[in-house]
């Protein structure tokens, strides 16, 4: 069974910079591509980024320059900077996460959520 567990939500003005943190463990044999996405009230869920173990990135074009993924492999942690944040930045923040467990099994687990709210 794989946990994520993810971290470092709250709220921020307009402007403010927040970091998220997501820990991956449990059964973890490998975690290979890490992600973030996020929903906002009465909206799909929708991408904000992705990183693969080697550190290959992909990030919505809307938010490219603003926000900055990265992961420490030793700690399977993947971590989201936010900048510059908008009121629009408004959403729950999921973590995703995909690879095997130690039963060779493939898994692809989400994170409960935290919370981002940016208000003045």
């Known amino acids: 069974q794989v946990q994520l567990v993810e971290s470092g939500g709250g709220v921020v003005q307009p402007g403010g910079s927040l970091r998220l943190s997501c820990v991956a463990s449990?059964?973890?044999?490998?975690?290979?591509?890490m992600g973030w996405y996020r929903q906002a009230p009465g909206k799909q869920r929708e991408l904000v980024a992705t990183?693969?173990?080697?550190?290959?990135?992909n990030y919505a074009d809307s938010l490219k320059g603003r926000f900055t993924i990265s992961r420490d492999n030793t700690k399977n942690t993947v971590y989201l900077q936010m900048n510059s944040l908008k009121p629009e930045d408004t959403a729950v923040y999921y973590c995703n996460a995909d690879g095997y467990t130690d039963g060779l099994h493939f898994y692809t687990d989400w994170g409960q959520g935290t919370q981002v709210t940016v208000s003045s």
């Open positions: 990183i693969t173990s080697s550190g290959g990135t």
């Open positions: 449990g059964s973890i044999v490998s975690v290979n591509a």
